[in-house]
């Protein structure tokens, strides 16, 4: 139970194919589940079922189910973060980057459409090993990386001056929504799920509105 | 129990000031409760007790925690719909009606912080009776007046042809999200809540972004 004796806490050790240890494809079950109930409210007792698991070796692997959460994602943001930091090193102008950095987070969106409301739950207990995990590690990157590029593309004379706190909340907020509301796929595409086709073309729609919107 | 019996189900019919009746204010105590708690999950118990009333009133009230959630955001929206209903009668031109469209729903949320989270999780189960009323009387007369605007605009030569489906999760997803998210207030601005200052400052920069976004 005590959450100091897990082995394996940091997702980024030892890290392994799915499917070749129990703590991924607990994961795995944890995500494939969220997805496809359009809800992060799955029990341990369910996630362990899904992978054929028992639930007290889901705290053996995890400590509690906000450990399962918080290693689920920190799975998730590991590619789109490793990303973002390679976008930084690249040699171009802040408008490109800027919409690199835009597709990255629809197409992670795409994906793992319940990482926002999850990242959102584990933010909640602000004195939490989860938010502070979080937040060091997903939302401040994230936000300084913007800042760069809004102030680089001020600079370059691409874009005007915007609030950049501002920025961080109309790029997310537009992001996120289409994948997490239960009001868009069915109601107005008539789809179970938002597709591959339709995040490509949102995210190309979204870019290019928020580019325009920020443009000199 | 029976939902059928309830009496007063409309909100809009026999609506009194808070306060006047035990109805207004468990709807109150509820919108109180969300807001303070920056959660939609509060239980029937908390919401009588908080309203110095019992649980089974609740129940006479409202039939269930659903009724009262249903009744709650039906009573927040009143005000913002009968504004959007005026605003497409009056003699405006589209960017003008489209910026203080996107100002109304940021006022709204702004008010009703967990709005939005109420009516999606009011959605979810496609054959409630909460999700049928609100996609009739909330969703479907908000994407209509969009397509009006929208295509007024493009009519107009205001703005560039978009996908109106598209502008309807950007916009939403730009108005809700820095009110809605546990990251907004206390990471981003040092502030417990979004205050008033904040989301009148916020609503003129995503309007501004949002027209040029999409301007010919």
Redesign the interface.
């Known amino acids: 139970m005590s959450t100091k004796k897990r082995p394996n806490s940091d997702v980024k050790e030892g890290r392994q194919p799915a499917g070749t240890n129990g703590r991924e494809v607990l994961l795995d079950a944890a995500s494939n589940l969220m997805i496809e109930t359009?809800?992060i409210d799955v029990s341990l007792h369910q996630i362990a079922r899904r992978a054929g698991l028992t639930a007290p070796l889901v705290k053996y692997w995890f400590g509690s189910r906000e450990g399962l959460l918080l290693a689920l994602a920190e799975r998730d943001v590991e590619g789109p973060l490793s990303q973002l930091a390679d976008l930084m090193d690249q040699e171009l102008d802040p408008a490109t980057k800027l919409r690199i950095h835009i597709h990255g987070i629809i197409s992670a969106y795409a994906q793992f459409p319940y990482l926002n409301r999850l990242i959102?739950?584990l933010?909640?207990d602000?004195e939490s090993e989860g938010s502070k995990v979080l937040?060091a590690r997903v939302?401040q990157p994230i936000?300084r990386a913007q800042r760069t590029i809004l102030s680089d593309g001020v600079a370059a004379g691409q874009f005007r001056e915007?609030?950049v706190?501002?920025m961080?909340?109309?790029i997310?907020?537009?992001?996120?929504?289409?994948f997490s509301?239960?009001?868009?796929a069915?109601?107005?595409?008539g789809v179970p799920r938002i597709t591959k086709e339709i995040s490509l073309?949102?995210a190309a729609?979204?870019t290019?509105?928020?580019?325009?919107?920020?443009?000199t």
């Open positions: 359009g809800s959102d739950q933010l909640w602000r937040r939302i936000a915007v609030n706190k501002y961080y909340f109309l997310v907020g537009t992001c996120h929504y289409i509301t239960r009001v868009g069915y109601e107005v595409f073309d949102y729609f979204a290019d509105t928020i580019l325009r919107g920020i443009s």
